[in-house]
């Protein structure tokens, strides 16, 4: 029933949408709305990942999600498995509840995170339901404006995005969701080509990403096969110290300095180009899986328009196969 986006990318935002089979309701009262939610709520405890907006519809779900460590399929199959089991429980059915499968787009974070939330919100405007979002019960856009509990929504890091005191916040959000009514449908939403939204070098990252997770995965074949190495987390260290002149307790600490940053940067592009995992990156950097996902997508733009990043990146590798393999 639910199987995984193109591609998994730790820290990557999705803008799901899942819909009833020909089109029919999946929400048929309050009942089903709040098991939906309590489903979503449990799922997010176990398989934590952060959830921006949602809305369900009558024969359809929205969601906006980041992911952490955990595959967004897996969230998915388990969140529909469960929801469709309540439902033909409850109903005396049996079959398929929900389409074959989900639609998943990654989604530039930004300028897209509040743009989805605005679109999300806008669902039951553009149907006729309500004439303002704030009057759907079964979306979040209440949790933003303050209306009812947070609950499971994640508000902070999209109101972060229009001031800084959270009054102020909601008022400059509500003002934005209202300004997206006369816009209407948007395509760009639901069909892309590639299954990624964003800025065409957003786009590419992504792409090329695609490339070495499908060469990841088949590092993690070899590697069960008995003939790839391990990576030497000390050996890349060295690395960057030797290349970039900078101690470790700089770069792997929390300074903010142009050249730490750099120095990050290309640690986390060398690492991952040498069969380091985002996770083994955050354990030596002390950043969050996200973090050195986002990092790792600005590293791969920079390496195409930075000749001297792309340089010392390439020096980093080389001197890490230096200091990984000694004898060779």
């Given at each position: 029933?639910?199987?995984?986006?193109?591609?998994?990318?730790?820290g990557?935002?999705?803008?799901?949408i899942?819909?009833?089979?020909?089109?029919?309701?999946?929400?048929?009262?309050?009942?089903?709305?709040?098991?939906?939610?309590?489903?979503?709520?449990?799922?997010?405890?176990?398989?934590?990942?952060?959830?921006?907006?949602?809305?369900?519809?009558?024969?359809?779900?929205?969601?906006?999600?980041?992911?952490m460590?955990?595959?967004v399929?897996?969230?998915m199959?388990?969140?529909?498995?469960?929801?469709?089991?309540?439902?033909n429980?409850?109903?005396?059915?049996?079959?398929?509840l929900?389409q074959?499968?989900?639609?998943?787009i990654l989604?530039?974070?930004?300028?897209?995170?509040?743009?989805?939330?605005?679109?999300?919100?806008?669902?039951?405007?553009?149907?006729?339901?309500v004439?303002?979002?704030?009057?759907?019960?079964?979306?979040?856009?209440?949790?933003?404006?303050?209306?009812?509990?947070?609950?499971?929504?994640?508000?902070?890091?999209v109101?972060?995005?229009?001031?800084?005191?959270?009054?102020?916040?909601?008022?400059?959000?509500?003002?934005?969701?209202?300004?997206?009514?006369?816009?209407?449908?948007?395509?760009?939403?639901y069909?892309?080509?590639?299954?990624?939204?964003?800025?065409?070098e957003?786009?590419?990252s992504?792409?090329?990403r695609?490339?070495?997770?499908?060469?990841?995965?088949?590092a993690?074949?070899?590697?069960?096969?008995?003939?790839?190495?391990?990576?030497?987390?000390?050996?890349?260290?060295?690395?960057?110290?030797?290349?970039?002149?900078?101690?470790?307790?700089?770069?792997?600490?929390?300074?903010?300095?142009?050249r730490?940053?750099?120095?990050?940067?290309?640690?986390?592009?060398?690492?991952?180009?040498?069969?380091?995992?985002?996770?083994?990156l955050?354990?030596?950097?002390?950043?969050?899986a996200?973090?050195?996902s986002?990092?790792?997508?600005?590293?791969?733009?920079?390496?195409?328009?930075?000749?001297?990043?792309?340089?010392?990146?390439?020096?980093?590798i080389?001197?890490?196969k230096q200091?990984?393999?000694?004898?060779?």
């Open positions: 029933m639910a199987r995984g986006p193109r591609v998994e990318v730790e990557g935002l999705y803008h799901l899942t819909r009833g089979v020909d089109r029919q309701a999946i929400f048929h009262d309050e009942r089903d709305h709040e098991k939906f939610i309590a489903l979503l709520t449990a799922q997010k405890a176990r398989l934590p990942f952060y959830l921006y907006a949602y809305c369900l519809m009558t024969n359809h779900i929205h969601l906006l999600i980041e992911r460590t955990d595959d399929g897996r969230i199959h388990r969140l529909l498995t469960g929801y469709s089991q309540y439902y429980r409850r109903y005396l059915r049996s079959g398929h929900l074959g499968r989900y639609k998943a989604c530039q974070s930004d300028p897209y995170m509040a743009e989805l939330a605005r679109y999300i919100h806008l669902n039951p405007v553009r149907a006729k339901m004439k303002r979002a704030e009057q759907y019960p079964y979306s979040s856009h209440r949790a933003y404006l303050g209306i009812e509990p947070a609950g499971p929504v994640d508000v902070d890091p109101l972060r995005r229009f001031g800084r005191q959270k009054k102020l916040a909601r008022e400059r959000f509500a003002d934005h969701v209202a300004a997206g009514m006369k816009l209407g449908h948007q395509e760009r939403f069909q892309t080509d590639s299954g990624i939204l964003g800025s065409d957003f786009v590419d992504m792409i090329h695609i490339g070495e997770f499908d060469a990841t995965a088949a993690v074949r070899r590697k069960q096969a008995g003939t790839t190495a391990d990576f030497k987390a000390e050996a890349l260290i060295a690395a960057v110290e030797t290349i970039c002149g900078i101690p470790k307790e700089d770069f792997c600490g929390t300074a903010k300095a142009q730490v940053i750099f120095a990050k940067e290309a640690l986390i592009l060398a690492g991952r180009r040498s069969g380091a995992t985002t996770t083994v955050s354990s030596i950097l002390g950043l969050s996200a973090s050195v986002r990092r790792h997508d600005i590293a791969v733009c920079r390496s195409r328009e930075d000749d001297a990043f792309s340089a010392v990146s390439i020096k980093v080389k001197r890490y200091n990984a393999n000694p004898e060779s």
